[in-house]
Each structure stands twice: as structure tokens, then as C-alpha cells.
């Protein structure tokens, strides 16, 4: 994993600790991925660490999106992938042991 990328989850990891610090129980997440080439299929590599070190704090991915754009700046033409997550944690106390609750 390259420096960016731990900073990116570091961040992640940060974020999430300050949720759960501030009391909430819901978490929107958006996460960018620079892609070079769009048409490849494999792993997202930095997103799935950011998203682990999220969810190592109990927070439970509920709903995701993901969209893709072009973006044109001073090095070309390059493809960016953002992933907005909603995360959950269930409240103390009001955890279900089981069907009869």
C-alpha cells in the first residue's frame, strides 16, 4: 500500500472514531479512486482498506452508490470513481440477541 493510500484510510479511520465520539449512529462516506483504465476489472485496492478501517470500528455498511466522472487537470485527462456508503451502528443497549429478542 503506497503513502497515499494509508493516508487515505488513516483519514477514513479518523472519521469514523470521531462519529462514534460525537454519538452518531449513522455515517455517510464518500470515497475517490483515480482509475487509468475503466474498461480493466480488479480490486480497489485503497477503497477496500478505507473501507475495512471503518468498519474495524463496528460500523456496518448499509447502502452504497458509486458513480464515475473524467476529470482534466494539468497531468491530462484522468478517471475518478467515488463510492458514497452509508454506515450504521446500532444504538447501545438495543442490540436483538436473537428472533425473540
Known amino acids: 500500500m503506497g503513502l497515499l493510500n494509508r493516508a487515505k484510510e488513516q483519514s477514513a479511520l479518523d472519521q469514523a472514531k470521531h462519529a462514534i465520539e460525537a454519538g452518531r449512529h449513522i455515517l455517510v462516506f464518500k470515497f475517490i479512486e483515480a482509475h487509468t483504465n475503466s474498461s480493466a476489472t480488479g480490486a480497489m485496492t485503497g477503497i ?24 482534466v487537470g494539468a497531468l491530462g485527462k484522468s478517471e475518478r470513481v467515488a463510492i458514497i456508503c452509508l454506515y450504521r451502528r446500532t444504538p447501545a443497549g438495543s442490540q436483538n440477541s436473537g428472533p425473540e429478542g
Open 48 to 71: 477496500n482498506d478505507q473501507m475495512e478501517a471503518v468498519e474495524s470500528l463496528g460500523w456496518i455498511l448499509d447502502k452504497m452508490s458509486a458513480c464515475e466522472s473524467n476529470v
